[in-house]
């Protein structure tokens, strides 16, 4: 009955290759988010979606790419992993409280700690 | 954009003592504004938040103040215990945007 929830909750994996992290919400929500947390632990956006549409896509190299095949969905797909992606990576996920007045409650995932080496 | 500072980086207390965080932020639009707690391996969890039109709310041990003119906000911790350890962010957005991260607050309650 996890809110949020990521698999894998680790990965380990050399430079180059691709991996897929997946995250799924049963909370109904109608957006979802993927954030980047450095070993610093500063939080930063990645991506948003609401509805499966990108709603947002912050500065990210191309070799990320999220895909949402419904609304209860934000996978992120990483290509030719460099040792810089080394990060814990989190999902949320959140509710328009009111139609465009911005949404409320972010509700986040356990995170995904990905090592690059 | 939105860009939220968070100070202090640690913060160390005595059990039972209070504790405060401030967060200054730069988009006067922003209008939501929350406080997130990480526990070590843990995923970051809402623990309060407060919209730009209210200026203080409470909810047992914790509160957070909003000055929307000096645009800054504060968390307040009283009676800290020990399961208060933890990272705390400060947040920030506007509209439909997301949510901008202070760079976080390491809290030590010692026993």
């Known amino acids: 009955d996890t809110a949020v929830s990521q698999t894998p909750k680790y990965l380990v994996t050399q430079m180059g290759n691709d991996k897929s992290i997946k995250c799924e919400q049963n909370l109904g929500h109608d957006t979802m988010y993927w954030y980047k947390q450095d070993s610093k632990k500063f939080l930063k956006i990645m991506f948003s979606?609401?509805?499966?549409?990108?709603?947002i896509n912050e500065t990210v190299p191309n070799r990320f790419s999220p895909k949402s095949p419904d609304k209860a969905h934000l996978n992120l797909h990483i290509n030719s992993l460099e040792l810089g992606d080394s990060a814990v990576y989190f999902c949320?996920?959140?509710?328009?409280?009111?139609?465009?007045?911005?949404?409320?409650?972010?509700?986040f995932g356990s995170g995904t700690r990905l090592t690059v080496v | 954009g939105e860009n939220v500072e968070q100070h202090p980086s640690t913060l160390s207390v005595q059990e039972g003592d209070s504790a405060v965080i401030k967060c200054t932020y730069s988009d006067s639009a922003s209008n939501y504004f929350p406080w997130y707690k990480q526990e070590l391996g843990k995923g970051p969890q809402l623990i309060i938040d407060?919209?730009?039109?209210?200026g203080e709310k409470k909810d047992q041990r914790i509160a957070v103040t909003l000055n929307k003119t000096a645009k800054h906000f504060s968390l307040h911790i009283t009676e800290t215990q020990p399961e208060d350890s933890a990272v705390y962010f400060c947040?920030?957005?506007?509209?439909?945007?997301?949510?901008?991260f202070g760079s976080g607050t390491r809290l030590q309650v010692q026993p």
């Open positions: 979606y609401n509805n499966k549409e990108l709603i």
């Open positions: 947040a920030a957005a506007a509209g439909r945007r997301a949510l901008t």
């Open positions: 949320a996920s959140s509710q328009e409280v009111v139609v465009g007045r911005g949404t409320y409650g972010y509700t």
């Open positions: 407060i919209r730009s039109n209210v």
